[in-house]
């Protein structure tokens, strides 16, 4: 503030239609409107030591100009704090926004890799083969033994079963033979050809369930001809699994020998035998 007493620095009032009240040495002259005071004050009419009415008192034109200015200080000072307030909650939100979506995001893109992991495990990652090794079963190149080539296993297992259980046979034969059996001439009797008959089905049962379940995943004919046996997801088969397989293949001879010959028209070129254990077969 100037300690010119003719020179104003702020208005006196931002309401353009007030009035107020001079008084100078007990004189009094008004009501003049801020503008003209303001007028007066340029023209060096009046002081800045000149009383004017105020709020219901009486105080100099310096000091009323003084406190309308300290007011819009403070009513700027409250303007700024609050549009910086608004920024910081404004920058705030958006940071809280981009971080909601960053995460929503790293959510989003493990489930997808969750669910493509579950599928390719739902699939074995086998359904068109792979150089690794997965889930315990040889790798394969995921192409499916042809009928021919099945039947071409098929004749060696025949052939590699029938020596089983004759090998199985005679090794009754001779463990019962070691036993003296023989001797007390048992082998006509009734247990000893039906205990012949129980070996030479387990030789057969055997041949299939252990090599089909075994790391090779395959019996002599298989590995023969080049295909592995697996479950439905592309893993070795269990001993049970393979077991199971082993007597369908009894039900698919049965029935003409359909279930064989199913695999050539078949999506999978699965056997019916294949069908019930949940089987399937891949070239290596």
Same mark, same amino acid.
């Given at each position: ?12 009032? !931002? !309401? ?15 009501? =003049? ?8 004050? /340029? ?37 700024? !704090?609050?549009?910086?307030?608004? %920024? ?5 939100? %958006? *940071? ?9 995001e790293l ?6 890799? *969750? ?8 699939? &074995? ?7 690794a090794e997965? &889930?315990?079963?040889? /790798? ?16 060696? +297992? #025949? ?5 089983a259980s ?12 070691? /036993? ?7 082998? @006509?009797? +009734? ?15 055997? @041949? @299939? ?18 295909? $592995?046996? #697996? ?14 397989? #082993? ?10 020998? $359909?279930? =064989? ?5 078949? +999506? ?5 035998? !294949? ?10």
């Amino acid at each position: 503030m100037s300690n010119n007493p003719h020179t104003a620095q702020a208005s006196l009032s !931002d !309401d353009s239609s007030a009035t107020f009240l001079i008084r100078w040495r007990g004189r009094q002259e008004g009501p =003049y409107t801020a503008a003209v005071i303001e007028a007066k004050l /340029a023209a060096r009419e009046i002081g800045l030591l000149h009383e004017i009415s105020h709020n219901g008192r009486w105080i100099t034109i310096r000091d009323c100009l003084a406190e309308q200015d300290a007011a819009r200080r403070v009513e700027q000072q409250a303007r700024e !704090d609050g549009e910086r307030r608004a %920024r910081e909650a404004g920058e705030r939100l %958006r *940071q809280e926004r981009a971080e909601e979506q960053k995460h929503l995001e790293l959510r989003l893109q493990v489930e997808s890799n *969750q669910q493509k992991a579950s599928a390719e495990s739902s699939r &074995g990652g086998l359904e068109h083969g792979g150089p690794a090794e997965r &889930g315990g079963s040889l /790798a394969h190149s995921g192409e499916r033994p042809g009928f021919w080539l099945r039947v071409a296993a098929h004749v060696i +297992d #025949t052939i590699m079963c029938f020596a089983a259980s004759i090998a199985a046979g005679f090794a009754v034969v001779f463990i019962a033979g070691a /036993a003296g059996m023989m001797d007390r001439q048992l082998w @006509y009797s +009734d247990p000893l050809p039906k205990v012949v008959a129980v070996a030479q089905l387990a030789g057969g049962w055997l @041949y @299939y369930a252990v090599m089909e379940s075994c790391p090779k995943q395959a019996t002599l004919g298989k590995i023969a001809c080049g295909f $592995i046996v #697996t479950d439905m997801q592309g893993r070795r088969i269990s001993f049970a699994q393979a077991t199971g397989r #082993t007597f369908c293949m009894v039900f698919s001879a049965l029935i003409l020998f $359909i279930g =064989y010959l199913m695999c050539a028209w078949t +999506d999978r070129k699965q056997c019916l035998h !294949d069908m019930m254990a949940g089987c399937q077969m891949f070239k290596r």
